[in-house]
């Protein structure tokens, strides 16, 4: 079962765990996260994306601060509420299509530099810009520069990413035979298990992704017994 995290409880979270007041900051992201989101379902083809994806990362952001007791602001729950929203172009530019100078530029503008630098230092590149002789090579090329970018990245955006993994790799444990499942094995394998021992460490991701890794190594060795 998929945790799926309403809005109401994410807000009740948010005030009880962060001790951080709902103020106009907050529920504009969500707003904005809900018209680029709304209608978007995971890999299974019915979980909301929003109540499972977006909703909770923003918790387990707020968990490993409470965790590292490390001081939080609206800025981190803003950025962790947005992570995703540069991800899907075409929908951006169709929702703002009435805004002439683009959806960065007010993106940079409602929600700050900072918050924008995140989004956009988390969004997957298009894979046409890398070199390469086939498409395995450009993605391999576009691992490494996005591996090389997170390791140069400040606190929130390692945690956030973090949360954001974790997330996925949980997810799609879930979802029987998905082709990411070996995809988010090699990438474990290859870089986020080392990246939440790198400094500043990051232990309780540490144990997280450790898990969800043993977890899908478990089911990617079912699978091949079965085939076999």
């Known amino acids: 079962m998929h945790q799926s995290?309403?809005?109401?409880?994410?807000?009740?979270?948010?005030?009880?765990?962060?001790?951080?007041?709902?103020?106009?900051?907050?529920?504009?992201?969500?707003?904005?996260?809900e018209e680029v989101h709304s209608g978007v379902k995971r890999e299974?083809?019915?979980?909301?994306?929003?109540?499972?994806?977006?909703?909770?990362?923003?918790?387990?952001?707020?968990?490993?601060?409470?965790w590292a007791n490390k001081p939080m602001t609206t800025i981190q729950i803003v950025s962790a509420i947005l992570h995703d929203v540069m991800e899907d172009n075409e929908r951006i530019l169709d929702l703002h299509a009435a805004k002439s100078y683009g959806f960065d530029a007010y993106f940079s503008h409602r929600f700050g530099?900072?918050?924008?630098?995140?989004?956009?230092?988390?969004?997957?590149?298009?894979?046409?810009?890398?070199?390469?002789?086939?498409?395995?090579?450009?993605?391999?090329?576009?691992?490494?520069?996005?591996?090389?970018?997170?390791?140069?990245?400040d606190y929130d955006i390692k945690t956030i990413?973090?949360?954001d993994r974790l997330n996925n790799m949980r997810f799609i444990s879930k979802v029987t035979g998905h082709e990411k499942i070996n995809r988010y094995i090699r990438e474990a394998e290859d870089f986020y298990i080392a990246y939440t021992i790198i400094e500043p460490r990051m232990d309780d991701f540490y144990q997280e992704i450790r898990k969800a890794y043993e977890d899908l190594r478990l089911l990617s060795k079912e699978k091949t017994t079965i085939a076999a």
């Open 5 to 33: 995290i309403k809005k109401n409880e994410f807000l009740t979270f948010v005030e009880r765990e962060a001790k951080i007041h709902i103020d106009n900051y907050i529920e504009s992201a969500i707003h904005l996260a």
């Open 44 to 66: 299974d083809g019915t979980s909301p994306f929003l109540e499972t994806h977006i909703f909770p990362v923003a918790m387990d952001v707020i968990r490993h601060y409470k």
């Open 113 to 153: 530099e900072y918050v924008y630098k995140v989004a956009t230092t988390l969004k997957t590149k298009p894979l046409e810009i890398y070199p390469g002789h086939d498409e395995k090579e450009q993605e391999l090329e576009r691992f490494r520069e996005y591996c090389n970018t997170l390791t140069k990245s």
């Open 161 to 163: 990413k973090l949360a």
